[in-house]
Structure formats: C-alpha cells, structure tokens
C-alpha cells in the first residue's frame, strides 16, 4: 500500500463530509497504489452508492474528485458506481481487487 494510514484516514472523513447519507456507501483503494512494488500513478477510488441517480452521482464526482486531488496533492480517478446497476468493468476490477477503507 502507497498511501499512509493517516492519508487513507484522510481521505475516508473527506468523502463522508461530502455524502448526503451516513450509510449506504462503500469506499475502496484500488489500482497501482495498492501496489508496493509500483511506483508513481494516480490514486484510483472506487465509491459504491446506493439510491443516487446519475445526475446526482455527477455532481458529487464534480464536487469530490478536486476535493481529494488537494487533499492528496495527486491525480484522483473516481468511480462511483449505483450498486443496482450494471457493473462496469472497472467496478468489478475495483470490487475484487480493492481494498475497503
């Protein structure tokens, strides 16, 4: 893992102060970060919803994607996904490999 505890923290609390709901979400780290024998790389994010629309999945990536670039001071690529949709790949990839923070 590439990122410290203290940063996982980090980004943990930051993504609850921007969710409209305290439960129903599940955060994962997924991708190189999670990698110790890589190095460089942006921090991929799996976030997985339940009861968001699209529209509203949107605006929440628009709001927190640039929120957690400051916070890690790194590119972030950010996947929301509605758990009652169809998973994308990158949802199953980030589902099975990710790790829950």
Do not use: C
Not at 50 to 76: C, I, T, W, Y
Request: proline share 5%.
């Amino acid at each position: 893992m590439r990122l410290s505890e203290a940063a996982l923290r980090r980004i943990r609390e930051l993504v609850q102060r921007h969710m409209p709901m305290d439960d129903g979400w599940e955060l994962r780290l997924f991708g190189s970060r999670i990698d110790d024998d890589v190095r460089g790389g942006d921090v991929d994010l799996y976030l997985e919803v339940e009861g968001m629309n699209a529209e509203a999945r949107m605006q929440l990536k628009r709001k927190l994607r640039p929120a957690l670039e400051e916070l890690l001071d790194s590119p972030v690529d950010l996947v929301i996904q509605d758990r009652n949709a169809p998973l994308k790949t990158v949802s199953s990839i980030a589902r099975r490999e990710g790790r829950p923070l």
